[in-house]
């Protein structure tokens, strides 16, 4: 049972026993001397929407990790590859490892964030037994691992050992990448070296396999699955080995020279350097810029900082939905065409919102630009969290902007129906290792050590190291139900100006944020590059009051984004609102329009969806009498189908709690007429 | 090289040689007690629009497919099997002998309407040549069958004779339908029986393995593609051996009952008399329900027949793309849900626009309405004939209705660019057939021997038999083009009247028709289930003027079909219109809006694309200015990208024309504002 906030003592979200200074501990740690306007700072969630998400993650999604993954076969599968069981692989891709993997790592940041259980507290599973699973499971993943540092259950035991012989599809690499990102991962939070070293002697293999021709490798290629460029560069970071770092900056070079056949799928149609905009499978696009990102931020490299920055434009201006999803087609996993972002068929795959932010983040860090920031708000809020039932124990793959009345569900991976577990399950534990390691995500400090940047917007403690001298900003908020943000400073140099900057989310258009006896608002602040920047010699005690402006919104999209012509969806702070089925008895979701003349109204629900605010818009139902056997008619004509004076209340809840209730039909972009 | 209408005699459709009374030789010659409401009528295609696509089939397209199934490995396939070559299996489908049975099919209907050569006639190459070619690939597939009649190079060379171990994939039953139908062409377009005897010893086969538990035949189930219903039908109706009936109706039956797994692609959700949608792999839906539709058209299944009369306009209202294409998705080449109509990702798979054009002529022959030929008349101009060149030499596989700006076209089989073959050749041959057969979709007799109906506008001549009596109506028309159709009879029974019933098109609300010294028009004409009805005593000479208005047209579409909410698309007659990027110089089409206040101009382009009539409207370009990163914004902030004053000439040509010319985009829908 999740503890509530109120009934237990709150987990330490900073392990004091792995903290270095105020490094924190999570993803991207950069290295001492990258050139990033930025460093992540750490931070801790006490209370409020973040905490209670981070609860059910915590109590039950990681706890049912390991049994899943046992009924699944991937733990199984290491068993056989190490030669300790019998009996036939599980589960049809090559990449099942990763599961292991990407739950290992969530276990880790949960580790570090727990903190030594306190006395007589109840912890189910406490840190104990969840530090008790991760060492039987990374004992395992030794155990699987070969003499020469190589790794992957799928072809040690289906294969018979080929390999690299179908780098398109293997996976190997990508595997790789994912068993190196828990390894950094255990070893930030938990200090020890065990799957650290597995990672590493894979890696040390791969250094020595993979290279251009006459570097002595004797293979020149990159994985059909980006992935592994990400993770070298963090295990460089943590380890200090440059040779990790070289190794990734020459897959992400590699990729766009035909190595894998030429295709967008692969990322290998174009190099990144050249690339124009995001293609391909959205995925795979998103951990390889993801990669090159960390390079670029790792070495200065120029040319793959503005490639990056050109992508992410390219992607946010035209492929990306509402929600933040990416990713317009089913067939391929592609991100289809500019502009192209349909409703029902939106793909949207949670791995994909995942990869978004780990690769804006990595983006905030390395250009100190808020509107990166912005875009992983708006992911996590929306297109990120729907992926994961309010009680943890359910999933979606694919996350749609719409399901028809009448919606005949397919079921399998791609459902728009919540599922137990995935065959290919990729997105669970990605979940939940985002999740775990959310406080990685929400505040920095720049390069010069002129202070501390809040990216996001919590109940709990920012805290930041400016020169050696900590900086601690606590908070209290909650947001985003309610737009006040509470700001006191903890921790301060002794009279030592710094500068507290704080994102003023893109949707913001309304705000005020109280310092001392100044008052800014959107028409009088000192806001660069999206960030509102409060330069003060601070003392213990100060308090700075943000109030963002909540009012609900009707938004509409570029026209040439044609299947929401016509339409405004509700969007309300940073989340994006829909309509389900199930909060409209007596009729479909399709034949509704909304009026916008009616003004919206706001409704605190603390019986509904484990508390919510829902806006409450007005509608009309259309009358849809008998058109005959063709649906298409004289333009000249009129509307065949007239509104009728029906009216009708519409309950809009937040995206990212639908499809918790009853199946049914969902629409977030509404007709206005 | 395609001989001119005018510079060489035209070819007799109908061959004397094979006709046996006026019976037309085509598919679906009804069984003798077939209660059905019309049968077939002869027809020939003399000139004009149809005829001059059927002389690209019969001198290009049909012409190059031995060739072409001989590099594609097909008929290398049927020596594997036959064991008169060496070498591997090629081609990655189990389904791949169905090209060359397709192919046959559409010869065959190639000999029938292309009769003995006359001396000295350049026909390249001609019936002989034709001849001599499928009496060679028709000894090639009698080689390859086994002793018990089983025929599958797939099965019998890859899977080492397994038979039926996998229904759900193994197409072998499918193969047997395409294997069957080919051979019925054959037999009743030559009178031969080399293919037939092939497909009645797999037919018998097949009758001796599946059937109903306790019916002494091993197995009970069914194809994962449904196709060899229709195909014993028809073998029914040409060997009058009742027990390819019997086996088709079981097959039908047994869909629906989880002999395939239960899922919806395969047909096998819900049992057909029970389906209130058209649902799962279109090609597949189709296919079944014109085995169905047989099955209920010759046994006078009534259950059956509502069946398939609800299903087909389930799939008209909700279902059916503006130029008759059918199957909204990619992913499992799927029909979607109610109103999921995408325009740049609709499939509209050619061979699914093929089926239903089989389906819905089986449908207007048992039932006698006239929206089914209107079905029929839509697709033949729109989503069927967009799937091959001009030329004849390339092909489309899918039918978009849009492409958009920027497109990143992935190639292969689902492209949006013309291919010359594909991997997956099944269109290509089907498109083949159905040309060479066309003229057996155009008229048809009542059953009770009343009169004539005239479902097709072409130029040519009309025969059907009343009563034992030949009647005969020539047709001159331009149609498409031009709105006029004289028609006048030519061959009549003495002082007997009979009724000459014309269809009035459903797009078609303004005409004239004038007989004798009557006129009518849409105010008032004798017109019933979409038939205008004129029974007279005719006299040969007597004639009748049809005039269709062929003025443009805007349309719009239901408002639950969400992907064009706000547009509208252009029509005139029977054809859909686009606009296509070559047209349109200095911009893209996805910054163009329509004014629809504006009128439309017809201009005869004989230059243009072979020579069609163009529709040109006015329009403007939209300003698109830098909106940010973020193509969302508040609705109440008004149009953030306004269209511009410039003004520009639209020029739309037929849709069935598009992909002819230079790669670029194309749009059929266009936003009005």
Redesign the interface.
């Given at each position: 049972m999740p503890r509530t906030d109120s009934a237990l003592p709150s987990p330490t979200d900073v392990s004091a026993s792995t903290e270095q200074g105020a490094a924190p501990v999570g993803p991207v740690r950069l290295g001492p001397d990258a050139p990033a306007a930025l460093r992540p700072a750490a931070a801790e969630v006490r209370t409020g929407f973040w905490h209670a998400r981070r609860e059910v993650n915590a109590h039950t999604s990681i706890p049912q990790g390991p049994a899943l993954l046992e009924s699944a076969g991937n733990l199984h599968n290491l068993r056989l590859a190490a030669g300790t069981a019998q009996g036939e692989f599980q589960g049809g891709y090559p990449f099942v490892d990763t599961d292991v993997y990407k739950w290992l790592e969530a276990a880790s940041w949960q580790l570090a964030r727990s903190g030594p259980p306190a006395d007589g507290e109840e912890n189910s599973p406490g840190p104990r037994e969840l530090a008790a699973e991760v060492e039987r499971i990374i004992a395992l993943v030794a155990d699987a691992q070969q003499s020469d540092g190589y790794l992957n259950t799928w072809f040690q035991v289906r294969k018979n050992g080929e390999r690299y012989q179908d780098l398109r599809w293997g996976h190997e690499l990508y595997c790789a990448g994912h068993l190196i990102q828990a390894a950094v991962a255990h070893h930030r939070a938990t200090g020890r070296d065990e799957l650290l070293v597995v990672a590493r002697r894979f890696a040390d293999h791969l250094d020595s396999v993979f290279g251009l021709p006459g570097s002595g490798r004797p293979i020149d290629g990159v994985d059909g699955h980006p992935e592994v460029e990400t993770a070298l560069v963090e295990l460089y970071r943590e380890t200090g080995e440059r040779r990790y770092l070289d190794l990734a900056g020459y897959f992400v070079d590699r990729y766009g020279h035909g190595l894998l056949g030429g295709?967008?799928?692969c990322q290998d149609r174009v190099p990144l350097r050249e690339a124009v905009?995001v293609?391909g499978h959205a995925v795979r696009q998103l951990y390889l810029l993801a990669g090159a990102t960390d390079v670029a931020t790792e070495t200065g490299d120029a040319e793959l900082r503005s490639a990056a920055e050109r992508l992410?434009?390219a992607m946010?201006?035209?492929k990306?939905h509402?929600t933040g999803g990416l990713g317009a087609?089913?067939?391929?996993e592609?991100f289809g065409?500019?502009?192209?972002l349909?409703?029902?068929?939106a793909y949207c795959e949670t791995c994909a919102a995942i990869a978004s932010i780990q690769w804006s983040w990595r983006m905030a860090l390395l250009t100190g630009e808020a509107?990166y920031s912005?875009l992983i708000e708006r992911t996590l809020y929306n297109g990120f969290l729907a992926g994961v039932s309010l009680d943890g124990e359910s999933w979606l793959y694919v996350n749609p902007l719409?399901v028809?009345?009448?919606?005949?569900d397919?079921g399998g991976d791609?459902s728009a129906r919540r599922t137990r577990w995935f065959r290919c399950a990729c997105c669970p534990p990605n979940v939940m290792r985002l999740l775990a390691g959310l406080q990685h995500y929400l505040s920095s400090t720049d390069a010069e050590g002129q202070g501390l940047q809040i990216h996001q917007y919590v109940t709990g403690r920012y805290r930041g190291d400016l020169d050696g001298t900590p900086v601690t900003v606590s908070a209290e908020t909650d947001y985003p139900w309610h737009g006040a943000v509470s700001l006191t400073i903890e921790e301060t140099p002794w009279e030592r100006p710094w500068t507290l900057s704080l994102r003023i989310p893109?949707w913001c258009?309304e705000y005020r944020v109280r310092c001392g006896d100044r008052t800014y608002d959107q028409t009088d602040a000192p806001v660069t590059d999206g960030w509102l920047r409060l330069e003060r010699t601070w003392a213990p005690g100060d308090q700075v009051v943000v109030e963002l402006g909540l009012e609900p919104?009707?938004?509409?999209?570029?026209?040439?984004?044609?299947?929401v012509?016509?339409?405004?969806?509700i969007e309300r702070g940073p989340l994006v609102y829909c309509l389900e089925q199930v909060d409209h008895p007596g009729g479909g979701l399709?034949?509704v329009v909304i009026d916008?003349a009616r003004p919206l109204a706001v409704r605190q629900r603390p019986d509904l969806l484990g508390g919510v605010t829902t806006v409450v818009a007005t509608g009309r139902r259309?009358a849809?009498p008998d058109?005959?056997?063709?649906?298409?008619?004289?333009?000249?004509a009129g509307?065949?189908?007239a509104p009728s004076g029906e009216s009708v209340e519409l309950t809009a809840i937040p995206y990212y709690a639908w499809a918790n209730r009853q199946d049914g039909s969902m629409r977030v972009?509404l007709?206005t007429s």
């Amino acid at each position: 049972m999740p503890r509530t906030d109120s009934a237990l003592p709150s987990p330490t979200d900073v392990s004091a026993s792995t903290e270095q200074g105020a490094a924190p501990v999570g993803p991207v740690r950069l290295g001492p001397d990258a050139p990033a306007a930025l460093r992540p700072a750490a931070a801790e969630v006490r209370t409020g929407f973040w905490h209670a998400r981070r609860e059910v993650n915590a109590h039950t999604s990681i706890p049912q990790g390991p049994a899943l993954l046992e009924s699944a076969g991937n733990l199984h599968n290491l068993r056989l590859a190490a030669g300790t069981a019998q009996g036939e692989f599980q589960g049809g891709y090559p990449f099942v490892d990763t599961d292991v993997y990407k739950w290992l790592e969530a276990a880790s940041w949960q580790l570090a964030r727990s903190g030594p259980p306190a006395d007589g507290e109840e912890n189910s599973p406490g840190p104990r037994e969840l530090a008790a699973e991760v060492e039987r499971i990374i004992a395992l993943v030794a155990d699987a691992q070969q003499s020469d540092g190589y790794l992957n259950t799928w072809f040690q035991v289906r294969k018979n050992g080929e390999r690299y012989q179908d780098l398109r599809w293997g996976h190997e690499l990508y595997c790789a990448g994912h068993l190196i990102q828990a390894a950094v991962a255990h070893h930030r939070a938990t200090g020890r070296d065990e799957l650290l070293v597995v990672a590493r002697r894979f890696a040390d293999h791969l250094d020595s396999v993979f290279g251009l021709p006459g570097s002595g490798r004797p293979i020149d290629g990159v994985d059909g699955h980006p992935e592994v460029e990400t993770a070298l560069v963090e295990l460089y970071r943590e380890t200090g080995e440059r040779r990790y770092l070289d190794l990734a900056g020459y897959f992400v070079d590699r990729y766009g020279h035909g190595l894998l056949g030429g295709e967008a799928y692969c990322q290998d149609r174009v190099p990144l350097r050249e690339a124009v905009t995001v293609e391909g499978h959205a995925v795979r696009q998103l951990y390889l810029l993801a990669g090159a990102t960390d390079v670029a931020t790792e070495t200065g490299d120029a040319e793959l900082r503005s490639a990056a920055e050109r992508l992410w434009r390219a992607m946010t201006t035209a492929k990306t939905h509402l929600t933040g999803g990416l990713g317009a087609h089913h067939d391929e996993e592609d991100f289809g065409d500019p502009f192209e972002l349909p409703n029902e068929r939106a793909y949207c795959e949670t791995c994909a919102a995942i990869a978004s932010i780990q690769w804006s983040w990595r983006m905030a860090l390395l250009t100190g630009e808020a509107r990166y920031s912005d875009l992983i708000e708006r992911t996590l809020y929306n297109g990120f969290l729907a992926g994961v039932s309010l009680d943890g124990e359910s999933w979606l793959y694919v996350n749609p902007l719409q399901v028809r009345d009448g919606h005949t569900d397919p079921g399998g991976d791609q459902s728009a129906r919540r599922t137990r577990w995935f065959r290919c399950a990729c997105c669970p534990p990605n979940v939940m290792r985002l999740l775990a390691g959310l406080q990685h995500y929400l505040s920095s400090t720049d390069a010069e050590g002129q202070g501390l940047q809040i990216h996001q917007y919590v109940t709990g403690r920012y805290r930041g190291d400016l020169d050696g001298t900590p900086v601690t900003v606590s908070a209290e908020t909650d947001y985003p139900w309610h737009g006040a943000v509470s700001l006191t400073i903890e921790e301060t140099p002794w009279e030592r100006p710094w500068t507290l900057s704080l994102r003023i989310p893109q949707w913001c258009h309304e705000y005020r944020v109280r310092c001392g006896d100044r008052t800014y608002d959107q028409t009088d602040a000192p806001v660069t590059d999206g960030w509102l920047r409060l330069e003060r010699t601070w003392a213990p005690g100060d308090q700075v009051v943000v109030e963002l402006g909540l009012e609900p919104r009707l938004t509409a999209a570029d026209p040439r984004v044609d299947a929401v012509r016509g339409c405004v969806a509700i969007e309300r702070g940073p989340l994006v609102y829909c309509l389900e089925q199930v909060d409209h008895p007596g009729g479909g979701l399709d034949d509704v329009v909304i009026d916008t003349a009616r003004p919206l109204a706001v409704r605190q629900r603390p019986d509904l969806l484990g508390g919510v605010t829902t806006v409450v818009a007005t509608g009309r139902r259309r009358a849809v009498p008998d058109t005959g056997w063709w649906p298409y008619r004289s333009a000249d004509a009129g509307p065949a189908v007239a509104p009728s004076g029906e009216s009708v209340e519409l309950t809009a809840i937040p995206y990212y709690a639908w499809a918790n209730r009853q199946d049914g039909s969902m629409r977030v972009w509404l007709p206005t007429s």
